[in-house]
T-cell receptor
Framework: DAGITQSPRHKVTETGTPVTLRCHQT?????MYWYRQDPGHGLRLIHY???????DKGEVSDGYSVSRSKTEDFLLTLESATSSQTSVYFC???????????FGSGTRLTVV | QQQVKQSPQSLIVQKGGISIINCAYE??????FPWYQQFPGKGPALLIA?????SEKKEGRFTISFNKSAKQFSLHIMDSQPGDSATYFC????????????FGPGTSLSVIP
C-alpha cells in the first residue's frame, strides 16, 4: 500500500483501557489522516496532520487524540476505549489532488 | 457537515452486465469527485476521479458521469466481472482543501456468474 503500514492489524481491548494505533509511511508525505469505517457510515475523519506537530480535528474526534513527532509516524490514541469505538481504523496519506488518498490496510479494533 | 448521498446500498449484477452507482452532493464548493474501490480486508483504493469541468471520464471499463446542475455523479462499470465484486465509495472535496473530503456510505457490489 504505497509505503503505508498500520499496526497492529487486529486488537481486542477492554473498556476503559488506553489504546494506541500506529501509522508509518516511508514516502515523506506531508498530509496524514485517521479515518474510522463503520457500516452505513462510510469513512469518517477522526484527525489529520499537515506536518510534524501540526494536527487538527475531524468530524468524529471526541475520545481520540493524535500525535506526529516525526514525518513518518502518525499515532492515534484512544484515551479510554469505549464499545462505541469498536471499528476499523484506516490511516491515509494525500497524494495528488485533495481527496486522492492512499489508504493503509486498516486496524480492526474491538472494545469489549 | 455536508453530506454525500450514495445509492444503492447494495447491488447484484450478472457477469457482463452494467453496474451503476449514483451519488449526490450538496456543497457547491466541491470540485473534485473521486471513487474508491475496497476489497474485503483491504483499505480503499482510488479508482477514478473527475472534476466538474467535464461531464464524463472513462478509464477502461469504468466511467464517471457528472451532472453539475443536478449535483449528481455516477459510476458505471461496463461488462462487470466477478473480480469487480467490492464495496465502492464516492467522495467529494474542494480541490483547495486537504481536510474537507466527504465520503458516501458505500455500495456493496456483487457480480454473479
Amino acid at each position: 500500500d504505497a509505503g503505508i503500514t498500520q499496526s497492529p492489524r487486529h486488537k481486542v481491548t477492554e473498556t476503559g483501557t488506553p489504546v494506541t494505533l500506529r501509522c508509518h509511511q516511508t514516502e515523506n508525505h506531508r498530509y496524514m489522516y485517521w479515518y474510522r469505517q463503520d457500516p452505513g457510515h462510510g469513512l469518517r475523519l477522526i484527525h489529520y496532520s499537515y506536518g510534524v506537530k501540526d494536527t487538527d480535528k475531524g468530524e468524529v474526534s471526541d475520545g481520540y487524540s493524535v500525535s506526529r513527532s516525526k514525518t513518518e509516524d502518525f499515532l492515534l490514541t484512544l484515551e479510554s476505549a469505549t464499545s462505541s469505538q469498536t471499528s476499523v481504523y484506516f490511516c491515509a496519506i494525500a497524494q495528488g489532488a485533495p481527496g486522492g488518498y492512499t489508504f493503509g490496510s486498516g486496524t480492526r479494533l474491538t472494545v469489549v | 457537515q455536508q453530506q454525500v448521498k450514495q445509492s444503492p446500498q447494495s447491488l447484484i449484477v450478472q457477469k457482463g452486465g452494467i453496474s451503476i452507482i449514483n451519488c449526490a452532493y450538496e456543497n457547491t464548493a466541491f470540485d473534485y469527485f473521486p471513487w474508491y474501490q475496497q476489497f474485503p480486508g483491504k483499505g480503499p483504493a482510488l479508482l477514478i476521479a473527475i472534476r466538474p469541468d467535464v461531464s464524463e471520464k472513462k478509464e477502461g471499463r469504468f466511467t464517471i458521469s457528472f451532472n453539475k446542475s443536478a449535483k449528481q455523479f455516477s459510476l458505471h462499470i461496463m461488462d462487470s466481472q466477478p473480480g469487480d465484486s467490492a464495496t465502492y465509495f464516492c467522495a467529494a472535496s474542494p480541490e483547495t482543501s486537504y481536510d474537507k473530503v466527504i465520503f458516501g456510505p458505500g455500495t456493496s457490489l456483487s457480480v454473479i456468474p
